[in-house]
């Protein structure tokens, strides 16, 4: 996959009087090798800033419905707070999924009560190290789209 931007891959679903199947056949999972569930609290709603210089993400609302705002990084060490970001929603009506390639940190928000965010990984655990932090309010927010 190893795109260069984050971009949703577009699921669909289809009701009918059995119910409903969301799907994504554009998808493929050949890559992930871990995936986990992140579910922020009612009271802090936003996780973030997190990222990889090497891992490639892949996420789906699972319940509810999120903001992923991206921003590629100019230095790990010592990045630039005033980077562009570029903000997708992703929700549980179809199963979209937001791909994130290495070299980019994120920060989710949780837009419903509830909500449940799967994230896929192309690394185990402990398999590099690899995890970025900054603190919520390094970046400032400036839009790219």
């Known amino acids: 996959m190893m795109q260069e931007s984050p971009f949703i891959i577009e699921g669909a679903c289809y009701r009918d009087d059995r119910g409903e199947l969301r799907y994504n056949n554009a ?3 050949s890559p992930v090798k871990r995936l986990y569930l992140i579910q922020n609290s009612e009271s802090n709603p936003v996780r973030g800033w997190q990222g990889h ?3 490639q993400r892949w996420f789906i609302a699972v319940v509810g419905a999120f903001a992923i705002n991206a921003i590629k990084v100019d230095n790990w060490d010592n990045p630039s707070n005033s980077l562009l970001s570029d903000t997708f929603s992703i929700n549980q009506e179809s199963l979209d999924i ?3 390639p290495p070299g980019y940190i994120t920060k989710i928000h ?5 909500s449940v965010l799967l994230a896929m990984s192309d690394y185990l655990l402990g398999e590099i190290k690899d995890e970025y ?3 919520p309010d390094y970046f400032t927010v400036n ?3």
């Not at 949780?110 to 509830?114: A, C, R, V």
């Open 143 to 145: 839009s790219s789209k």
């Open 98 to 100: 937001l791909y994130v």
């Open 133 to 135: 932090r900054f603190p």
């Open 53 to 55: 210089r090497v891992e």
């Open 110 to 114: 949780s837009l419903e009560k509830g």
């Open 27 to 29: 998808f493929d999972a």
